[in-house]
């Protein structure tokens, strides 16, 4: 990573905020950016060179502004998610079509803005999840945007090569986003620990890891990492 740019999308999620921190930690200079770039400050002194900036994955317009602003880049992650979660039954449009916005249509229009920005050994990285291999009642339309993740990324992989494309698709991680749990949320670690493989709940440090992977290794391309301690298989 070391004189690389990056770009993470996204970047309230605890997930998004460790791969910028490791990244910077590694030597990239990073751009953290969301739709309140007021929000995305805090990361540690030590993470070196970031910067925030703003864009909605929803507002083309502001994908444009975001490429002109940025400039050249080496990496883009894309972590954003607007989970549509509910009975399929009561579901909204609006609410279907900001799921996608996250993490499909948004994508692609990052790719089509900034692809031409981006050094050819450079990499692009989205963010599936768990629920699309393993579905549940409530969760139809999260499933489905995630699913269409993994589809995306290899057509992305061959038009924009030899920039190269991949994805990563955590299972149930302690990145914040259960903490609205409340005691729900020790209950729910509990109950994934004794279930899958690796005996534990994952850490935002291990998304990190298969992240910066993704983004480095020359050789992997139009790839979905599952990194779920096995959850797909039980």
């Given at each position: 990573?070391?004189?690389?740019?990056?770009?993470?999308?996204?970047?309230?999620?605890g997930i998004a905020r460790q791969i910028a921190t490791d990244?910077?930690?590694?030597?990239?200079?990073?751009?953290?950016?969301?739709?309140?770039?007021?929000?995305?400050?805090?990361?540690?002194?030590?993470?070196?060179?970031?910067?925030?900036?703003?864009?909605?994955?929803?507002?083309?317009?502001?994908?444009?502004?975001?490429?002109?602003?940025?400039?050249?880049?080496?990496?883009?992650?894309?972590?954003?998610?607007?989970?549509?979660?509910?009975?399929?039954?009561?579901?909204?449009?609006?609410?279907?079509?900001?799921?996608?916005?996250?993490?499909?249509?948004?994508?692609?229009?990052?790719?089509?803005?900034?692809?031409?920005?981006?050094?050819?050994?450079?990499?692009?990285l989205l963010l599936a999840g768990i629920v699309a291999w393993?579905?549940?009642?409530?969760?139809?339309?999260?499933?489905?945007?995630?699913?269409?993740?993994?589809?995306?990324?290899?057509?992305?992989?061959?038009?924009?090569?030899?920039?190269?494309?991949?994805?990563?698709?955590?299972?149930i991680v302690d990145s914040g986003a259960w903490d609205g749990?409340?005691?729900?949320?020790?209950?729910?670690?509990?109950?994934?620990?004794?279930?899958?493989?690796?005996?534990?709940?994952?850490?935002?440090?291990?998304?990190?890891?298969?992240?910066?992977?993704?983004?480095?290794?020359?050789?992997?391309?139009?790839?979905?990492?599952?990194?779920?301690?096995?959850?797909?298989?039980?």
């Amino acid at each position: 990573m070391q004189g690389k740019t990056l770009l993470v999308v996204g970047g309230r999620s605890g997930i998004a905020r460790q791969i910028a921190t490791d990244a910077a930690e590694a030597g990239a200079t990073v751009v953290l950016a969301g739709r309140d770039p007021s929000a995305l400050a805090g990361l540690p002194a030590s993470a070196g060179q970031v910067s925030t900036a703003r864009v909605d994955l929803g507002d083309e317009e502001s994908i444009r502004q975001l490429a002109e602003g940025i400039g050249a880049v080496d990496y883009v992650v894309s972590s954003a998610a607007s989970p549509a979660n509910g009975p399929v039954t009561a579901v909204e449009r609006d609410d279907v079509l900001r799921a996608f916005d996250a993490k499909v249509f948004g994508p692609l229009l990052l790719a089509k803005h900034l692809a031409p920005r981006m050094a050819p050994d450079g990499a692009m990285l989205l963010l599936a999840g768990i629920v699309a291999w393993r579905p549940s009642a409530g969760k139809t339309v999260t499933a489905a945007a995630n699913g269409a993740v993994s589809f995306l990324v290899p057509a992305l992989a061959v038009e924009l090569a030899p920039i190269r494309v991949n994805a990563i698709s955590p299972g149930i991680v302690d990145s914040g986003a259960w903490d609205g749990l409340g005691a729900g949320k020790e209950q729910l670690f509990a109950k994934t620990a004794a279930k899958v493989p690796a005996g534990r709940v994952g850490q935002t440090a291990d998304i990190s890891a298969a992240a910066l992977l993704a983004l480095t290794n020359p050789f992997l391309t139009g790839e979905t990492l599952h990194v779920e301690g096995g959850a797909r298989w039980v």
